[in-house]
């Protein structure tokens, strides 16, 4: 599942905007499904590695004190899995941020119009008007994000 995971990320962005177009046409759905498909990758990424970085023998130990898998799961697996999973959360959102300036290619709106009208015109003033803000939304999802992971994980401050 992980190399799945790895390949995914390989498509551009745009590519998988325009995937969502033969399924539901031009508008905002297809922009969010794909935006949605897209980053479930990163997500399930760091599920995925979070889970794979708990070590056998905490397992075996956890299995020696008689926790079933239930309990290993909420106990140990998923904490130790959370710091992994909070971050794969965090680059999802920003790539989603960044990615969600293409979305008017597939006929919906949002800050990418005055990037994308600007890019056709050649106007710089306009790509900015567009591009400044989604990059201090992109750098704020992520300091949020970030000071969301400190207060979540306090055990994991020091990697």
Do not use: H, K
Not at 40 to 60: A, F, H, K, M, Y
Not at 117 to 132: K, P, Q, S, T, Y
Request: hydrophobic share 55%; glycine share 10%.
């Amino acid at each position: 599942m992980n190399n799945l995971t790895t390949v995914g990320q390989t498509f551009p962005p745009v590519a998988v905007l325009f995937l969502a177009l033969p399924i539901l046409g031009f508008g905002p759905r297809a922009a969010i499904l794909a935006l949605f498909a897209y980053a479930l990758l990163p997500v399930t990424r760091g599920v995925i590695l979070g889970l794979q970085s708990v070590p056998e023998n905490v397992q075996d130990a956890a299995r020696g004190l008689g926790l079933s898998e239930r309990e290993r799961l909420w106990r140990l697996e998923w904490p130790t899995a959370l710091p992994s999973t909070l971050a794969g959360i965090r680059t999802a959102l920003v790539l989603t941020v960044a990615t969600a300036t293409l979305a008017p290619l597939v006929g919906t709106g949002g800050l990418g119009v005055p990037i994308i009208a600007g890019l056709g015109a050649d106007n710089l003033a306009l790509i900015l008007e567009g591009a400044v803000p989604v990059a201090l939304l992109a750098l704020l999802c992520d300091w949020t994000l970030r000071v969301l992971e400190r207060g979540l994980t306090p055990w994991a401050a020091g990697e």
